[in-house]
């Protein structure tokens, strides 16, 4: 036995589409019979569901504006973080424009510093500095492979640096003017006065044997004199800044931050006595044998 529900939805599913099929065609010919009456009736609608459709789109349109800020800020974090690394690699350059315009600058400085009386010369770049309370000395990267022999002057733009004590291949060990072992033959530029600069581990080196103490006062240019033909005479090496028993000189150069240096070979570095080569070492040797070939 069928059920009543049953029986009526049936009945509503056989006659749902020949009524929506009459419907239509009923809108159609009013539609071509009044299109005026047609034409309001659709305008009617369109105005009742225009607030439902603003108030769909919202939600939508907002949604969009959504989207496209976040592409704006993703686009602006990458450009950003392009121009970051760009801005640190112009840095980089720009500091290495800078150490090679001073480089620059340095080395015209060193080829106007060099005199006349010099038989060649080899610029050179402090590799180490071996300052500290009890030694004053630097190292450069040069050695006999650029010619360059114990006791030669090394120089700046400013004055004198010291000279060289221990010349391998490729390094090469500068004694400054103010390591304790150093002794310079000086004199005083406006009296002619000589005198030794004497190192002491110091900052200002000392003046001693001076001829006539009374003749130095303080501001006094302290130039190299020439004598026991280690050093030519008339390079620079500091001017009088202390008086007293002990007078003082402040060098030209400032010895704690050297870069770039000259090493000038005047043709005197003969004059320093060589140091002695080692002797072999016969410890182990075997004891020769005589003729018979018994020990």
Same mark, same amino acid.
């Given at each position: ?24 065609? &009923?809108?159609? /010919? ?15 609608? @369109?105005? #009742?569901? &225009? ?13 969009? $504006? !959504? ?23 112009? !840095? ?9 315009? &001073? #480089? ?15 038989? $060649? ?9 071996? *300052? ?10 040069? +050695? @006999? ?5 114990? %006791?030669?002057?090394?120089?700046? %733009?400013? %004055?004198?640096?010291?000279?060289? @004590?221990?010349? *391998? ?9 103010? #390591? !304790? ?8 530029? $406006? ?7 004497? =190192? ?7 003046? !001693? ?9 303080? +501001? #006094? ?6 004598? =026991?033909? /280690? ?6 090496? +500091? ?27 005047? *043709? ?24 018979? %070939?018994?020990?």
């Amino acid at each position: 036995m069928i059920r009543p529900s049953a029986q009526l939805r049936a009945t509503i599913q056989r006659t749902t589409p020949p009524l929506l099929i009459l419907l239509s065609a &009923a809108m159609i /010919i009013l539609g071509k019979a009044d299109q005026t009456r047609f034409e309001s009736l659709r305008t009617t609608l @369109t105005d #009742d569901a &225009a607030p439902v459709l603003n108030a769909l789109s919202r939600p939508i349109d907002a949604a969009a $504006s !959504l989207v496209d800020r976040v592409r704006g800020v993703v686009r602006m974090y990458q450009e950003n973080t392009r121009l970051a690394e760009e801005n640190a690699r112009l !840095l980089q350059w720009q500091q290495i424009a800078l150490k090679l315009s &001073a #480089d620059n600058r340095e080395l015209r400085r060193l080829l106007k510093s060099v005199p006349d009386t010099a038989v $060649s010369y080899v610029t050179v770049r402090v590799i180490a500095n071996s *300052g500290g309370g009890y030694v004053r000395t630097v190292m450069v990267n040069g +050695g @006999t492979d650029q010619a360059l022999a114990r %006791g030669q002057a090394v120089i700046t %733009g400013e %004055g004198l640096v010291g000279r060289l @004590t221990e010349v *391998g291949g490729r390094a090469a060990r500068v004694l400054l003017i103010t #390591d !304790l072992n150093s002794r310079i033959p000086v004199a005083v530029e $406006s009296s002619h006065v000589n005198a030794v600069l004497a =190192g002491d581990n110091s900052e200002r080196p000392r003046l !001693l044997y001076v001829g006539n103490p009374n003749a130095i006062k303080i +501001g #006094d240019r302290i130039l190299t004199s020439g004598e =026991g033909g /280690i050093f030519p005479p008339g390079l620079p090496v +500091g001017v009088v800044t202390v008086l007293g028993p002990e007078a003082r000189v402040e060098p030209y150069v400032e010895l704690s931050q050297l870069e770039q240096v000259m090493v000038v070979n005047y *043709g005197l570095s003969g004059a320093l006595p060589q140091p002695a080569p080692a002797r072999p070492d016969r410890r182990n040797k075997p004891a020769a044998a005589d003729e018979t %070939g018994l020990r």
